[in-house]
């Protein structure tokens, strides 16, 4: 008995022990970021007009930016900076506290809008060139609010502390400026990034228009032989990092080891998404022309998430053809060519899940207080009721099976 009862002890301990530290639980959440309601702040976005640098839209943009997210329960920092050509330009940015404060997750969008002529003489801007920048950016920017919403519904700890941005001035102001874009991550990653913390960084930058999204027929019928738009994944190389190289990067092997980790925790999260690899497409950045290229270009690892992009002039493919930087970059330019208002919502939910589901994996279990844990305690709690049952039922089996045996010898031994 003395025996049996030992092993059942270690036994449960071992069990209870276990019970944090299993990744096989799956955390449990009461929310998910929906494509319909990132739709939704897509549209708000561009109803505040023609979203240039130092301007009023500008401004109220991201004004309501930081409203939703006071709204949320966030408390809002407003980054101001100044460049050569913005008097007034403003990063908007929300923190969830993880257990760890020196390694940062950031996800970031622009809430800026740019418009000026199309190739081949790209970059002129004339007095009536304005853009509602729906898919440039209001698609990064509106998922992004969407998943603000949904992490303040989680209440749950993670083990990076996390930081959701939303960019003033990514965009190039033309050929006539005197500097170039980029301007509002730059500011972030080089005055509000202390030494020595590690950031991941995940750029949403023009998304939507990807899978499961179809190419349209008219564009199939142009020669185009793709069935869906790819949602790309352009992160920081794992093989080639010739772009970074000749702009003066000196890439480290701890640079290196972390793109390895990044790209690989990517893929994972698709092949856990049941994403096909065809069309949501994990790929070495070779040309960093978003927010993404600042943080790479200081250290850290990077991912920048953009559906059907490139003009079909740089790429000589009649699949890719975007309306970034135009003034037919409207909400019902996107859904003409997603083929309805319900396929951006299925390309915007693509991407949301991709970053939700990093979110949820990053959830520290140790630390975290949530209702949700309680939900997955309590049914852990079940799974070791059941277990101790059935070992002091099989115990008792025994120990009445062995008294009997007991009965029956002891009798023979005395003889
Ligand atoms: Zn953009």
Redesign the pocket.
Same mark, same amino acid.
């Given at each position: 008995m003395f025996i049996l009862l030992t092993l059942m002890f270690s036994f449960l301990q071992g069990s209870i022990n276990n019970v944090p530290n299993s990744e096989a639980e799956a955390p449990e959440v009461t929310d998910w970021p929906e494509g319909s309601s990132a739709y939704d702040y897509l549209v708000t976005m561009t109803q505040f007009g023609y979203r240039k640098i130092d301007t009023t839209a500008n401004e109220n943009s991201r004004n309501w930016i930081a409203a939703q997210l006071e709204s949320y329960g966030y408390q809002v920092e407003r980054q101001s900076f100044t460049t050569d050509e913005c008097a007034n330009c403003q990063n908007i940015v929300v923190t969830i506290n993880g257990t760890l404060d020196d390694e940062w997750i950031v996800v970031g969008a622009?809430h800026d809008a740019i418009c000026y002529s199309p190739p081949p003489l790209i970059g002129f801007t004339y007095p009536t060139c304005t853009s509602s920048g729906a898919y440039?950016?209001a698609t990064g920017s509106g998922a992004l609010l969407e998943l603000a919403r949904t992490f303040s519904q989680w209440n749950i700890t993670p083990e990076h502390t996390w930081k959701l941005a939303w960019w003033d001035y &990514? &965009?190039w102001q033309g050929s006539a400026s005197s500097e170039g874009g980029g301007k509002g991550s730059l500011h972030f990653v080089e005055q509000q990034i202390p030494e020595n913390i590690d950031v991941t960084y995940l750029n949403l930058?023009?998304f939507a228009l990807n899978w499961p999204v179809e190419t349209p027929t008219a564009m199939q019928l142009a020669g185009c032989d793709e069935d869906y738009w790819t949602l790309y994944m352009f992160t920081s190389p794992v093989d080639d990092w010739s772009y970074y190289e000749e702009r003066g990067l000196e890439v480290t092997e701890q640079m290196e080891a972390n793109a390895v980790v990044l790209q690989s925790q990517l893929k994972e999260i698709n092949h856990n998404l049941s994403h096909p690899t065809e069309w949501v497409s994990v790929v070495d950045d070779t040309k960093g022309n978003?927010d993404h290229y600042n943080f790479i270009m200081n250290g850290h690892s990077a991912t920048w998430l953009r559906g059907q992009h490139q003009y079909i002039i740089e790429e000589g493919d009649t699949c890719e053809q975007t309306p970034?930087h135009a003034q037919s970059d409207s909400v019902t330019t996107l859904n003409t060519m997603a083929g309805g208002r319900t396929n951006v919502e299925s390309g915007l939910q693509t991407g949301l899940d991709v970053i939700a589901t990093m979110a949820l994996w990053d959830r520290n279990i140790t630390a975290d207080s949530s209702d949700e844990v309680v939900i997955a305690q309590a049914s852990q709690g079940v799974n070791l009721a059941i277990a101790i049952i059935a070992i002091l039922i099989v115990t008792t089996i025994f120990c009445m099976v062995n008294y009997r045996q007991g009965k029956e010898v002891l009798p023979d031994n005395e003889i």
């Open positions: 622009h440039d950016d &990514e &965009e930058d023009m978003s970034k």
